[in-house]
C-alpha cells in the first residue's frame, strides 16, 4: 500500500525473525496470517515525550476533517497516547493546549454532517488518483440528485465546509463539489486524470471568491480612521496605500480581484467604509442597501400590524 516493493518471501522471512523477540504469532492455515499477541502491551519505542504529545493532540483536534480514515486508523494509537501524556503531564509543554485559541472573525456556523463511508471513500480515490463515481445534490432547490465519474485533484476546507475540487465526466475544467451534499460515491479501478498545468492554490484564487471579472479593480474606500489604522497593519493586499483625509475619514486604494467575496467584506464593514470606486461597485452596493432600507421598512409595518389592538 505504501509503494514499497517486496517479495512475500521476504515478509515471511523478516516476520519469523522478529517473532523471535516481539510478542507476533502465526496462524497455521495457508496462506498464514500474523497478529500482534493478544493481551501484549502496546510497543512504544521511544516512549511520547510532551512536546509530541502535544502535537499529536492538536493534530487530532484541528487536522481531521483533512486526513484520509485510513490515515487516522493507523494514527487512533498515537492520538490515544497523547492524550494520556496530556493528561497526566505537568510539562508547561502539554499545557500549551489550554493557552491557545482560533477565533474567527466572522460568525462561526457548525460543520454540516459527512456521512463517514462516503468520506472514506472520496478519500481513498483522491489519495490513489483513481476516478469516483458521485452522486451529488445541487443546492439548487428542487434539483434531482445527478450521478456522475469524478476525477479528484485536491481537498479545500472553507467556513467549516469541506470541497472535492475536481473534473467531471470529460470536461477539462475543475469545479469543486461540497462533500456533504455528495449523497454516494463509489470507488473506480480507472485513473484519475489530472488537468495539464492545474495549480490548486491558482484554483482557489479563482474560484473561492467566486470570481465575477476578469480583470481586478480599482477599489477606493472612504474608511474611518480606526478601520484604515487595522488595515494599515493588516492590508487587502500588496500595492494598498492609505491617506489620511481628516480626523474621522481616510482614503485606501488597492487592485483586488472582483470577486463575491470583496462584496461579502465590504458589506460586513457597515458605516465603517464607503465604496467611492469604482463607479459600478459603487452602484451595485448603494442597491442592495436601498432594498435592505425597503425590506426593513416593510418590517416595520408589518411588526406594527400584529402589535396593533384588534
Known amino acids: 500500500d505504501m509503494g ?12 519469523n525473525a522478529l517473532a523471535t523477540v516481539f510478542p507476533l504469532e ?12 493478544q493481551g501484549a502491551r502496546q510497543l512504544d519505542i521511544p516512549s511520547m515525550d510532551p512536546h509530541a504529545a502535544l502535537t499529536f493532540h492538536l493534530v487530532e483536534q484541528h ?5 484520509p480514515p485510513a490515515t487516522l486508523a493507523n494514527l487512533a494509537p498515537w492520538f490515544e497516547t497523547a492524550r494520556g501524556v496530556v493528561e497526566s503531564e505537568a510539562s508547561r509543554i502539554t499545557q500549551w493546549q489550554h493557552k491557545v485559541r482560533v477565533v474567527a472573525r466572522t460568525l462561526t456556523k457548525l460543520p454540516p454532517t459527512i456521512e463517514p463511508t462516503i468520506q472514506a471513500t472520496l478519500y481513498e480515490g483522491l489519495l490513489h488518483d483513481r476516478q469516483l463515481e458521485v452522486t451529488y445534490r445541487a443546492l439548487t432547490q428542487g434539483s434531482r440528485p445527478k450521478t456522475y465519474p469524478a476525477h479528484p485533484l485536491g481537498l479545500v476546507v ?5 470541497y472535492l475540487v475536481c473534473t467531471l465526466r470529460d ?29 490548486i492554490d491558482a484554483f482557489i484564487a479563482q474560484e473561492f471568491g467566486i470570481r ?21 497593519e493588516t492590508p487587502i493586499a500588496k500595492g494598498q496605500k ?7 475619514w481616510s482614503e485606501v486604494r488597492v487592485k483586488v480581484a472582483d470577486t463575491q467575496q470583496l462584496r461579502n467584506w465590504v458589506r460586513s464593514l457597515g458605516a465603517a467604509a464607503v465604496v467611492m470606486s469604482p463607479a459600478s461597485l459603487r452602484e451595485e452596493i448603494t442597491g442592495d442597501l436601498q432594498r435592505q432600507l425597503a425590506d426593513y421598512v416593510a418590517t416595520e409595518v408589518l411588526l406594527g400590524s400584529q402589535s396593533a389592538p384588534g
Open 4 to 15: 514499497i516493493a517486496v517479495t512475500l518471501r521476504t515478509v515471511q522471512r523478516d516476520l
Open 171 to 199: 470536461y477539462p475544467d475543475p469545479r469543486f463539489l461540497a462533500i456533504h451534499r455528495i449523497a454516494a460515491a463509489r470507488l473506480l479501478e480507472a485513473p484519475a486524470r489530472r488537468p495539464p498545468g492545474f495549480d
Open 63 to 67: 487536522l481531521r476533517a483533512l486526513l
Open 26 to 37: 502465526a496462524s497455521e492455515g495457508k496462506p498464514q496470517g500474523w497478529r500482534w499477541c
Open 242 to 248: 492609505i491617506q489620511a483625509l481628516d480626523p474621522e
Open 212 to 232: 465575477l471579472g476578469t480583470e481586478p479593480l480599482k477599489l477606493v474606500l472612504r474608511v474611518r480612521n480606526p478601520l484604515a489604522a487595522y488595515l494599515h
Open 158 to 162: 472553507m467556513e467549516q465546509v469541506v
